[in-house]
């Protein structure tokens, strides 16, 4: 385990009643119903659910980190940069697991270059620094 060797910000939220609750941050700017998808045995009511939410997170995330190797490569990232992001759940052995898919959309900007911004972010970003080794990701350059 890599510990962190400072501490540049701390996200603090609280859920409440599981996947048929609410999550809300210490900040208020996150207050959201959760529900429960029929593919789990839910209502799938008007909630989100952690799926959903780690989905967005990662994709932000990943483009943040696609941005820090593009100016470290001086490539300019077109503003229609964005990232489709699967998170699928389902049983593994002793519980449950998830799968990420991750389909980067970088506009013109040439496909073997994209490639590689793609990798190198991989390797900096938090989310696929934090599943590397314990979940399948999938990246593709579409």
Known sequence: MKELLQVAYT???TATGGREG???SDDGRLDVALSTPKGL????GQGTNPEQLFAAGYAACFIGALKLVAGQANVK?????????EVSIGPIEGGFGIAVKLA???????????????????QVCPYSNATRGNIAVELTVI
């Open 11 to 13: 996200a603090k939220a």
């Open 22 to 24: 609410s999550a809300k």
């Open 41 to 44: 045995g839910g209502d799938d």
């Open 77 to 85: 990232l077109p503003a229609e940069t964005h990232i489709d992001s």
């Open 104 to 122: 980067v959309s970088v506009g013109d900007l040439d496909k073997e270059t994209a490639q590689q911004l793609v990798e190198k972010a991989h």
